[in-house]
């Protein structure tokens, strides 16, 4: 991370490191399942990220004496790279997910 971080604006939200984003392992059904069936995996990691962009964004701001509400945070935390980068991997995931349980299926 930087010395400091630089802020433009008023009550812009500093840039704060990304995190590494979860990945599953491969593409094969199980590995699939794990992931995206119902009680599957995605979700949970999907709250972990989410957490760990608003903990990196509260921090950010705090080094920098900015106040923010939880609200903003949360708002903040949502549009954050990490974030944004998990729904990317895991929406890809979730298609070849369905396209996998479709053709177990049969339906296609």
Known sequence: MAD?????GPKAAPPVPAYGVPDRDGDDYATLAAWYSGFAFCEQFRKVVLSQAKEALRGAMALQDIKVT????DDLAHTH????AYLTVHLQGRMRWEEEYLAQGGFR
């Open 4 to 8: 400091h971080l630089t802020v433009t």
């Open 81 to 84: 790279q990490s974030y944004l």
């Open 70 to 73: 939880e609200s903003r945070l």
